[in-house]
């Protein structure tokens, strides 16, 4: 790798690591909220998944000769903006986002792992592979809306407010690390290319809302 | 197993497998007052292998015929009531409550277990097994006092109001629960055997406090 590459994987292992963290404090929060006791169990289960992600991120910074809590500092400020900007009022608000919202940010993740070597573009794939809270979130969130519709349509808006929020706090991200804004270019190759990131991303957003029964 | 024994086993499991989602949640709230991004991935891992604990302890239970959610709701309204009175209102007092806390109630859970036949002895055991979360609150806490040692009088006082507490919410979970109750008894043999499960309950708390250079 050139210094220029490592710098940017080191970057995007660190936002990475921070992103599993927040997630399991999100999760654990969320767990609080859950009317059953299984529900909440279910969810602790997840937050214990993404804290074991943060750890083979943080080893593998430890290999690259990068300090774990160095490397995320320069991210906590835009991750919590993110969070403090999307707090779930609701168990339901909490599992849109933990399907609508970590599945957007798992999409761009991924995108610009493609454009990184091995072992790290696999070591990134890995730990953004669901760790169940998907199907659990439509599950919960089909059966709350068919028992009653009219929940639909508010949690639809707040899955709308969640892209936004995402959009803007990721453009944050990428403005503050000059190496990953040029590995995304760079791997893009053009403005074309990134116009197609952006569209497979919404894309796969858009098919989301509709499995949660949501107008996107 | 006598039926007496499946309830009573039934119960211990119950009781544990509720602790181990309390403890989850208490740790992952008291790694959100962690100085350090360090710290707080600590205690982030500490919260998941409690999860680890709690789901070997519901898949027992559904073994035995038991619906987790169901015979861990007799003992919520207790265990709730220990967290509410010693909520920690800074990092050290989660960490001395982690410790003392947890290891008075180890070490309850863990005679009464000796009491149990196999496997739920040997399992019981293992799940009450620290965490390494012991070592981590000790070296934490004595650098604490050691920086500033007017710090000593004031987690004495917070590890006698946890005991207090936790003495008092045992009473109230062996009170709802005759089996419990009785299995205690005809494990100890008579009062004089309690009186000496009590002394060496107290032993142990005397010794951990000690350990972190408070006075009991």
New interface residues.
Partial sequence: MTTVETRAVVDLLGVLA?AE?TA??RL??D??LAP???G??AL??M??AE??H??RL?RRLVELGAE??AV??PF?RALDGFHEGTRPRTWLEGLVKAYVGDGLAADFYREIAGFLPEPDRSLILEVLADTGHADFAVREVRAAIAAQPTLAGRLALWGRRLVGEAISQSQAVIAERDELARLILAGTGDLTGIGRLVDRITAAHTERMRTLGLNP
Same sequence: chains 1, 2.
């Fill in positions: 921070y963290l399991f404090d654990a929060e767990a609080r059953t006791l299984d909440r169990a602790a289960r937050a214990a804290i074991g943060h750890d943080a774990p809590a995320m500092a906590t």
